[in-house]
């Protein structure tokens, strides 16, 4: 209870002081345009303050190891020899006395200060580092200030200063040297500085009231760029770093987290990529791509062009190369290309699937209903929607019956279809009344010449012709799961969804469709509904079919928006990690990255691989979220 | 005139005030940490310096703060009875606090320079870990003299790191163990195998027999999917190669992919054959490995290997070697070469600082007095159930234990080699990784043993 208290009590303090120091900056640049010597006091005050504090706070001065009086001394003592400095400097504007006053000045703090250096905190000063960097620096800041157009000796001077402090401090080692070495380090930094302030003028009004402007942006900005700083900033270069640490984060390795990662089979494993050739996929993919292109010569030969968008030619196209895809990722295995097969499937299937029931229900009947409905999972979590999917592919013994929905309905097919009874009669002159009904309809579509409107039913009726076919054990002996024992006896055969590779993938990844389509549907609704009216109006006028207009009219005018949808899509799908993490663990070959960095990290302990893997998701997510602010701010 | 030294001082001023604002806070709250340190370490210096007291000796009230991974409330509860009706007669205030994340809340919790004052490790790896970074503290005298009085060197030796004792051996599971029903034995005459032959045997002929298969198999068990069969390979390595190789291949001086251990992991698989296996999700690796305790109970098959708390996951009401119909029984996981050995875990108690109070209640916890009272307490939050808990503490009296844990008892005293669960002991990118997921793998026939054992040797940590 003691520390929650006292934990409560330091975040107020620290919210309550940073809220008053930004008034205070606030109030203390009210005063730059007419009170310019209150200011000077102020400010000046002010970093005399901050550098008490540092040498103070830090116990690196004498007297400072007490309670809280025991340091505060010195920062506000330092707050008024800097404000009365700052005072001496305003009174006058000949170059030569304010020189004058900063060098002195710089003299007398660089003396004080060095002598208050407390005996364990007296630097061994490394002459040649000493000088090194404050050559170095000097040179670093002045060569900046020149490309610039500024003064190079002022630029110089500051560089030459914070290099001393560097050298002085930064590369000796603290607590071997002398009262003189302390002397030395303060002094240079101390007199440089001093030099600098030298330099500068007492600014006019028109000067004054831009650095009043100016100072306000960075008072706002502040808080905000120092919270993104701490938040995103600081992880982000620590990853980095410790990337190329080993597991422990202790020695150097370079770039060998990254090769292992690389070259791992758990990442990267090719050796049965020959299997792609043989894989049924692949050949029914390559046959839709090869009807493809048969239909893009014809369309070609007769519309002049072979490819457009809601060209019979997309249909196939785009279904081969998801076919010939998923043939690939099948056969070459291991995380990265999960991940790349999560992106591929889930993007594709998630925004197809959301712009058509998107185009669908738009001014239908209960739109908002289904819609509603639709848009349902997203509310579920992650983890929730996983566990629900894990119970419906659950297999059990099939001496049992099925607990997992999809099995049960799986093994019910297959006992409908091995069956004799008036179900399985029924189901089967079910499917072939719809047979016919489908032909029927061809027919008369062909005799009316509309061979167009016989590719949609076209599809079907080869798909449920196969079923039916299958079904009645025409060809094979029936569909479902089942097996024929060699007794010639028919016992019933569930699938192993989660734990069958490599196609378990796609089953989790039927979850997070499930969860974005809802997503894409939303936000392609709204967009399809922001199509002006004026335009879906003059096509209808000009005679175009509702499959025209939407071809050429609505799906140009959302072009962005499913830019915005995929790209959205992309992120999210690359660092996909709960679903994994709770159906199986990366467990049957079903490993992404996150999950992957999460194992390595936090249950391996290698935190070098973890952060190496963390880098990898991170540049690769890179290139999509700079193509999507890019195009957010030429959308502004 | 534009003053550049002007716009400096001024952006100087605000992240200087800034920095000032969250320095000071840190600088306040680090002063006051290191305070209540201070305070703390002298308060325990003052109560007492004698460690080695020996005799009932009283602390004044000091408080001892126990965290450890058990959260069930019988555990917990039983742990917090035993040792705050013992730390009354010391004077001593003593707190168990259960954790289930404590793994990877103790990293945090040591990190955060904020450790209790004993922690409850269900590693011993963890525990070596631990010691090597000095998080821990070497066990005083007093308690590494009252380990050797009540355990075996089998058992206390995985805590000792390099030499030193660190950690107090306090519970253990015995995970050599078949469970069955003898009237289901009875009633087709099979009789309990005594040697490894006989269990193959056994197995076989029950596959002939047609009906119950003879082994239920079923290694899923979420994120931890695979370690039953890494139990399993145990055994086996065990049984077939003796302690000695066994620690070698735990401590990698012999490779993960030797003959010995890919025949080990083979003589698995080949038991695990579609005959002899009854899954009750389809397949062993859709299985969960709690699912057995149903099938077993349903007669769905006549044999489950698994350890000494697998009791819990029977149904409600399921009678425990007590000779009744139906009741569910153990026998030892027979082995080959007559050393009778056992596969065991536990978990070790640890001290984060040597103040004469932790030790005190670190050597408690190593006695039998603490382990059958513990048992006692347990059985009675249960009302008399089974306790799940289980001690090879020398002398405790077997009569607090139920028959059922009599039995597991009888077996720890009559082995004459235990090992600690390998898996436990190998680093976790392959005791908690690829040991079980690439086993999985073999299991599920995804890959052959050889090629499971090369790929988890290349994964072994350089």
Redesign the interface.
């Known amino acids: 209870m003691h520390k929650v208290l ?1 934990t409560l009590l ?1 975040v107020l ?2 919210v309550g ?2 809220a008053l ?1 930004w008034v ?2 606030n109030m ?2 009210n005063q ?1 345009r007419h009170q310019w010597r209150r200011f ?1 006091a102020m ?2 005050a ?2 005399g ?2 550098v008490g ?2 040498l103070s ?1 830090n116990r690196i001065t004498k007297n400072s190891q007490g309670g ?1 009086l025991s340091w505060v001394w010195l920062p506000l003592l330092l707050a008024v020899i800097f404000a009365a400095i700052g005072v001496v400097l305003e009174s006058t504007s000949d170059t030569r006395r304010r020189q004058g006053v900063g060098v002195s000045s710089g003299v007398l703090l660089g003396v004080g200060v060095g002598l208050l250096v407390r005996k364990q905190y007296h630097p061994a000063i490394d002459i040649v580092a000493l000088l090194g960097w404050t050559v170095g620096g000097a040179a670093l800041v002045g060569a900046v200030n020149l490309v610039r157009k ?1 003064s190079l000796v ?1 630029g110089a001077l500051v560089g030459a200063a914070v290099g001393s402090i560097l050298g002085g401090w930064g590369s000796a080692a603290i607590g071997a040297g002398s009262a003189g070495g302390a002397m030395v380090a303060t002094l240079i930094p101390a007199v440089l500085a001093g030099t ?2 030298g ?6 009004l ?2 004054r009231a ?2 009043e402007q ?2 306000r942006g ?2 706002f900005l ?2 905000a760029m ?1 919270f993104i700083f701490i938040t995103l900033i600081v992880p982000t270069i620590r990853t980095i770093y410790l990337s190329f640490l080993d ?1 422990s984060s202790e020695a150097f390795v370079a770039f060998d987290n990254y090769v292992n990662t690389f070259s791992d ?2 990442s990267w494993d090719a050796s049965h990529w020959t299997n792609m050739f043989t894989s049924r996929l692949f050949i029914i993919g390559a046959i839709v791509l090869a009807i493809a292109v048969v239909v893009g010569v014809v369309s070609k030969r007769r519309t002049g062009r072979a490819v457009e968008i809601g060209n019979p030619t997309v249909g196939p196209l785009l279904v081969g190369f998801f076919l010939v895809a998923f043939a690939v990722f099948t056969s070459f295995r291991g995380t990265i290309v999960n991940n790349l097969w999560w992106v591929v499937t889930v993007v594709f299937a998630a925004t197809a699937m959301g712009l058509a029931i998107a185009v669908l229900a738009d001014n239908a009947k209960n739109e908002k209903v289904a819609k509603s409905l639709i848009f349902m999972p997203l509310a579920i979590s992650l983890v929730g929607a996983s566990v629900i999917w894990r119970f419906m592919y ?7 019956e099925q607990t997992g929905t999809l ?1 049960a309905l799986w093994v019910g097919l297959g006992r409908l279809s091995t069956g004799s009874g008036l179900p399985t009669i029924f189901v089967g002159v079910l499917v072939g009344c719809i047979l016919l009904g489908l032909i029927v309809y061809m027919s008369r579509a062909l005799a009316r010449s509309q061979p167009t409107r016989t590719i949609v039913p076209g599809i079907g009726f080869v798909l449920l012709a196969w079923f039916f076919v299958r079904y009645t054990g025409l060809i094979g002996d029936g569909v479902g799961g089942f097996d024929i024992t060699a007794s010639g006896q028919v016992v019933p055969r ?1 699938i ?1 969804f ?2 069958e ?1 490599p196609f378990n993938n796609f089953w989790l990844m039927v979850i997070l469709i499930w969860i974005q389509t809802g997503f894409a549907m939303v936000i392609l609704s709204a967009a399809i509904k922001a199509v002006p009216g004026e335009l879906l109006e003059a096509a209808r006028v000009d005679g175009g079919t509702p499959s025209q207009i939407f071809w050429r009219i609505t799906l140009p005018q959302i072009g962005t928006t499913i830019g915005v949808v995929v790209t959205t899509l992309i992120v999210l799908v690359m660092k996909v990690f709960d679903i994994v ?1 709770v159906v ?6 079903t490993q992404v990255l996150a999950n992957d960095m999460f ?2 990290a ?5 935190t070098g691989r973890g952060a190496a893997l963390a880098v990898i998701l991170f540049v690769s997510v890179l290139p999509v979220m700079y193509y999507n602010i890019r195009r957010m701010q030429k959308g502004n | ?7 400096f ?17 840190k ?3 680090t002063a ?1 940490s290191t305070g209540t340190t201070v305070k703390a370490t002298a308060g325990s210096t003052g109560g007492s310096t004698t460690a080695t007291g020996g005799a009932a000796k009283d602390f004044g009230g000091a408080k001892v703060l126990i965290t450890g991974p058990e959260r069930d409330d019988p555990s917990a509860g039983a742990i917090n009875a035993v040792l705050q009706t013992w730390g009354k007669t010391r004077g001593l205030d003593i707190t168990y606090a259960g954790d289930a994340d404590w793994e ?1 809340n103790i990293n945090t919790q040591v990190q955060g320079g904020n450790p209790p004052d004993i922690g409850i490790f269900p590693q011993p790896g963890k525990l070596a870990e631990f010691a090597r970074a000095k998080s821990i503290k070497p066990l005083a005298d007093n308690v590494t003299a009252s380990i050797k009085k009540f355990w075996s060197p089998d058992y206390s030796n995985y805590a000792n790191v390099d030499g030193v004792q660190y950690g107090v051996p306090v519970k253990t599971d015995l995970k050599s163990l078949v469970w069955y029903q003898p009237d289901k034995f009875k009633a087709k005459g099979y009789k309990v195998p005594t040697t490894f032959d006989e269990f193959t045997a056994l197995v076989k002929k029950m596959a002939a027999d047609g009906g119950p298969k003879p082994l239920c198999v079923g290694i899923e068990s ?5 370690w039953p069969f890494t139990d399993w390979t145990e055994e086996m390595v065990l049984r077939q190669d003796g302690g000695d190789v066994y620690n070698q291949w735990v401590e990698h001086k012999i490779s993960f992919n030797d003959p010995k251990i890919v025949k080990a992991m083979d003589t698995v698989l080949g038991l695990w054959s579609k005959d002899n296996v ?6 062993i ?2 299985t969960n490995f709690g699912d057995n305790a149903q099938a077993l109970f349903d007669g ?1 098959c006549y044999m489950h290997r698994q350890a000494s708390f697998f009791s819990g996951f029977f149904p409600k009401g399921t009678k425990f070697a007590d000779g009744s119909a139906g009741a569910v029984d153990v026998f030892y996981f027979p082995d080959i070469n007559g050393d009778k050995p056992v596969l065991t875990a536990g978990t070790y108690a640890a001290g984060f600082n040597d103040k004469a109070a932790t030790m005190a209640v670190l050597e408690y916890m190593s006695t039998a007095d603490y382990a059958q009272k513990r048992q006692a307490e347990q059985t009675k939050l249960l009302n008399g159930g089974l306790s799940g808990f289980l001690s090879a503490a020398i002398g405790q009296d077997p009569s607090v234990y139920q028959p059922l844990e009599q039995g597991f008892l009888k077996i720890l005293s009559e082995s004459k080699l235990s090992r600690f669960d390998g898996s436990d002991q190998m ?3 392959v005791g ?2 690829t040991f ?2 690439l086993g ?2 073999a299991v ?1 026939g ?1 890959l052959t043993a050889q090629k499971a054992a090369d ?1 988890i040797e ?2 072994w ?1 350089k």
């Open positions: 006292s330091t303090v620290a002081a940073s120091i205070a900056a203390v640049f730059v000077t400010a000046f002010a970093v303050f901050l504090v540092l706070g809280f500024r002022t600098r302030l330099f500068t003028n007492n600014p006019n028109q000067a831009r650095i100016r100072s960075v008072i502040t808080p120092l597991k089979r758990v659950v297999p059990r013994d099939t001496s049992t099995n569930a192993s989660v734990q590779s993490k199986t663990n990366g467990n049957f070959g194992a390595q936090f249950q391996f302990g290698n | 005139m534009r003053s550049p030294l002007v716009k001082a001024a952006v100087c001023t605000v992240l200087a005030l800034t920095a000032a604002a969250c320095g000071s806070d600088k306040s709250s006051g990877a979420g994120t931890a999917t695979g009854f899954a009750s999700g389809g397949n690796a859709a769905k680093p976790a990118a908690a990784g079980w997921t999985t793998s599920n995804d790929q290349a994964s940590p």
